[in-house]
């Protein structure tokens, strides 16, 4: 992958009429408002991917349930994206990214630090709707600096990469956090398996996810099935405070470059569309 990034960027950096005009990067504006969102959807979709297990596998949930149970973020997020033009104008576009990035973070900890064996949905309720409201800020926000800060001519091309730099950060999320997510609950079921006569078959299915745990556990049953449904509910929360806590990082971190590197005010001027590519 980095090779052909690597090949995309001397093509396009020699050719005469390039797909994306690189010289785009050299505006904060563009390239910071753009690294924001790949760090803000990062920790939302990320958090997304795991609190549906969590809700349906842990909780016991419907898939139906576990949505509606979702609704609170997802209305949080379309109140706080209706407010972030009246936000960013009174106290500039870098405070307010730096404070939607502050406040996904924030939402992730406080999952994190809640996310025990007896964790009930209303106690992460708190930390759904903190992402849901950084989320509606970041989203207008670092969108309108993206595609503002190109000529008009060349909107298409600044609407493309904001799109791929969403499309970056979710994927990203949900294969980082996914991964330590999955490292941390078989690394914790592994040991608390160990000295076990389990079949490797059954193994590998209590291993592979939380679902297939319980459905191991329920066909037990009895105390052999109570004490491995628990040992499971564990290790997928510990998977869950470490996985979540990363998320935490990179949003925060995210901030911080925002507020070091991103103009505080909305671009007034694009870039020169005759000016030579980079």
Not at 16 to 21: A, E, T, Y
């Amino acid at each position: 992958s980095l090779v052909v990034l690597g090949s995309f960027v001397a093509w396009e950096a020699k050719i005469s009429h390039p797909m994306l005009k690189l010289r785009f990067f050299r505006d904060r504006h563009f390239s910071v408002a753009a690294a924001a969102e790949t760090l803000g959807v990062f920790g939302l979709l990320g958090a997304l991917f795991l609190q549906t297990q969590f809700l349906q596998f842990d909780l016991g949930n419907s898939p139906l349930q576990a949505g509606l149970r979702i609704l609170p973020m997802a209305a949080t997020l379309v109140a706080s994206a209706a407010l972030s033009p009246i936000i960013s104008r009174t106290i500039g576009v870098k405070l307010t990214v730096a404070a939607a990035l502050a406040a996904i973070a924030g939402g992730l900890w406080q999952i994190s630090t809640v996310s025990l064996v007896a964790t009930t949905y209303g106690t992460v309720v708190p930390g759904l709707l903190l992402i849901g409201f950084g989320a509606g800020l970041l989203l207008p926000t670092a969108t309108n600096s993206v595609v503002g800060s190109v000529p008009k001519g060349d909107s298409g091309m600044g609407s493309a990469t904001n799109a791929v730099a969403l499309q970056v950060g979710g994927a990203l999320g949900v294969g980082v956090i996914g991964s330590v997510m999955s490292t941390r609950y078989q690394d914790r079921l592994t040991v608390a398996l160990a000295g076990q006569h389990v079949p490797t078959a059954v193994t590998h299915t209590i291993l592979g996810s939380l679902g297939g745990a319980l459905a191991v556990a329920a066909n037990v049953r009895g105390t052999t099935g109570a004490a491995l449904a628990h040992a499971a509910r564990s290790a997928f929360m510990s998977g869950l405070q470490v996985s979540l806590a990363v998320g935490a990082l990179v949003a925060i971190t995210g901030a911080l470059i925002v507020l070091a590197c991103l103009p505080f005010r909305a671009s007034r001027e694009s870039p020169d569309p005759d000016s030579d590519d980079v």
